[in-house]
């Protein structure tokens, strides 16, 4: 794991169970983000969390440009969607930049849903 790599979960009972965050600490240490870890994350936040604003809508939309047929083809468009995210100039840039203007727009809003003021 790279040193500048920081995990962060759903907050999903599965996800924060007794039996995950003993792998999460050893795996992460201090980098993870999350229900029950060193790093609290709110539940239901989907407006600050660029895998919900950003990722899983991105990744569907490759995996899903045409209709899939089988479970080889569904895992195969995975990993290429996954390595085109990977390999776009400037992507991660955009996302953080989202980020900051999603923070700040989580001020006035008092912390409640503000998506639909983006």
Same mark, same amino acid.
């Given at each position: 794991m790279?040193?500048?790599?920081?995990? &962060?979960?759903?907050?999903?009972p599965?996800h924060y169970? +007794?039996?995950?965050?003993?792998?999460?600490?050893?795996?992460y240490? &201090?980098q993870?983000?999350?229900?029950?870890?060193?790093?609290f994350?709110?539940?239901?936040?989907?407006?600050?969390?660029?895998?919900?604003?950003?990722?899983w809508g991105?990744?569907?939309?490759?995996?899903?440009?045409?209709p +899939?047929?089988?479970?080889? +083809?569904?895992?195969?468009r995975?990993?290429?969607?996954?390595?085109? +995210?990977r390999?776009?100039?400037?992507?991660f840039?955009?996302?953080?930049?989202?980020?900051?203007?999603r923070c700040?727009a989580?001020?006035p809003?008092?912390?409640?849903?503000?998506?639909?003021l983006?």
């Amino acid at each position: 794991m790279r040193s500048s790599m920081w995990f &962060q979960h759903d907050g999903a009972p599965a996800h924060y169970s +007794v039996d995950v965050r003993p792998h999460l600490n050893a795996t992460y240490g &201090q980098q993870w983000i999350g229900r029950g870890g060193p790093v609290f994350w709110p539940a239901r936040s989907p407006d600050l969390n660029s895998l919900d604003y950003f990722l899983w809508g991105y990744v569907k939309s490759l995996v899903y440009e045409t209709p +899939v047929n089988s479970a080889e +083809v569904f895992v195969a468009r995975i990993a290429a969607a996954a390595g085109e +995210v990977r390999d776009t100039p400037g992507i991660f840039a955009n996302v953080r930049s989202s980020m900051r203007r999603r923070c700040e727009a989580c001020i006035p809003a008092w912390g409640r849903n503000f998506d639909h003021l983006l």
